[in-house]
């Protein structure tokens, strides 16, 4: 047992991504760049938060992740950790992400990540995972959140983009995340996980990621009709969702889903081109 096992319970590359697109909302900001110190040390306190909801997330599940490929080697699964140590160092990293998120930004920036915390980790792990073939659509409000956390931690204040950027994730988290259980369809049956490709079939699923990635081009155009944002945006965020799109549409005749971890993977690509072409954008706005 090491401290990379204490790590890995907190699901770091997941972790980070949430971090980064928190980052951003904070970077869109004009007001970070005269508090730096202040937001990153928000920005800590929320990835600290982040990371002990993956935790958590763990404990709960360590009984099912034991019995799947993806998941048997988790540190809780695995018993490089034990449930005590594992307990421990996830309130730890509650208290420790709490104080400075309430400390360096304000008292709404902490209600919304706390909100985040419980529906990821009670709400969505506890419930809605094994109750709804819906499971990751709903449970994806909490993922979406970051870049509103991040605007509010410097702000204190709601505005539309960042609004647009949380609907922006929630549309997207479908068509990522389904490609994966598609791809291990036959574990998530084995536990007993209804997931969209088990409840209501491969051929429907894959309809539904078309659907969603159309949504999606729709809400990433919003910020520029809206002149929020400006041609570098526009012209990239379009050429990021046609592919996405066209990848949706090659899916559906791919009988053999040999398409699923590559239209996962670039979904992942996706939302930090995203991510970074929306900072660019800004850049350019701003000195330009």
Not at 207 to 215: G, I, N, T
Not at 224 to 239: E, K, P, Q, V, W
């Amino acid at each position: 047992m090491g401290m990379s096992s204490f790590i890995e319970l907190c699901k770091p590359k997941i972790v980070l991504l949430l971090t980064v697109t928190a980052l951003v909302g904070m970077l869109l900001t004009v007001e970070f760049y005269s508090n730096v110190f202040d937001s990153m040390a928000s920005l800590l306190g929320f990835a600290l938060l982040a990371a002990s909801s993956a935790a958590l997330n763990q404990i709960f599940d360590r009984e099912s992740d034991k019995n799947m490929a993806r998941t048997k080697g988790r540190p809780l699964a695995s018993g490089e950790i034990s449930l005590f140590q594992a307990l421990t160092f996830t309130a730890i990293l509650l208290f420790v992400g709490s104080s400075l998120l309430l400390y360096f930004s304000n008292l709404m920036t902490l209600m919304i990540t706390t909100f985040g915390f419980i529906f990821y980790s009670l709400v969505y792990t506890i419930y809605l995972k094994w109750a709804t073939p819906q499971n990751i659509v709903i449970g994806g409000l909490s993922g979406a959140l970051p870049p509103l956390i991040g605007w509010t931690a410097v702000t204190n204040e709601i505005s539309l983009l960042p609004l647009i950027l949380v609907l922006v994730i929630f549309l997207w988290t479908p068509p990522h995340f389904w490609p994966l259980a598609i791809d291990r369809l036959e574990e998530y049956k084995k536990e007993g996980v209804p997931m969209m490709p088990i409840a209501k079939g491969v051929t429907r699923t894959k309809k539904e990621m078309v659907v969603y990635a159309v949504l999606l081009l729709g809400a990433s155009l919003a910020p520029f009709f809206y002149g929020l944002t400006g041609l570098f945006y526009l012209i990239s965020t379009t050429a990021l969702n046609l592919y996405f799109i066209y990848l949706c549409i090659a899916y559906l005749g791919d009988k053999e889903n040999t398409l699923s971890m590559k239209i996962f993977n670039f979904s992942v690509q996706y939302m930090l081109l995203f991510f970074l072409a929306t900072y660019i954008d800004f850049l350019i706005k701003l000195y330009v």
